[in-house]
């Protein structure tokens, strides 16, 4: 079994910054794609950061120059560290990562539970 599990969300003031984190554990024999999106309400689910599969980074346009993604190989761990946060980032913040358990099982998108973020003064 698999599990993503975020940390790090909270309440900030505009202009503050956070660092959420994501930790794979269970049966795990490679990990691609890491990444986060984003869900706030009433909008759809957006790709916030993500590592690509030839580990270029892809970046939602309104965060670029703010946010950086990163990533520890050796404790399976994904991270997103955003500075000059703004109310419009307030949302649901989700870790997604495709995930193969076995070297004979095909690889499978996992989701964290979700961490909030909220921006506001």
């Known amino acids: 079994q698999v599990q993503l599990v975020e940390s790090g969300g909270g309440l900030v003031e505009p202009g503050g910054s956070l660092r959420l984190s994501c930790e794979a554990s269970?049966?795990?024999?490679?990990?691609?794609?890491m990444g986060w999106y984003r869900q706030a309400p009433g909008k759809q689910r957006e790709s916030v950061a993500a590592f690509t599969t030839d580990g270029g980074t892809n970046y939602l346009d309104s965060v670029k120059g703010r946010f950086t993604v990163s990533r520890d190989h050796a404790k399976n761990t994904v991270y997103l560290q955003m500075n000059s946060l703004k109310p419009e980032d307030t949302a649901v913040y989700y870790c997604?990562?495709?995930?193969?358990?076995?070297?004979?099982?095909?690889?499978?998108?996992?989701w964290g539970p979700g961490t909030q973020v909220t921006v506001s003064s």
């Open positions: 997604k990562a495709d995930i193969a358990p076995s070297i004979s099982t095909p690889r499978t998108r996992y």
């Open positions: 269970g049966s795990i024999f490679r990990i691609y794609n």
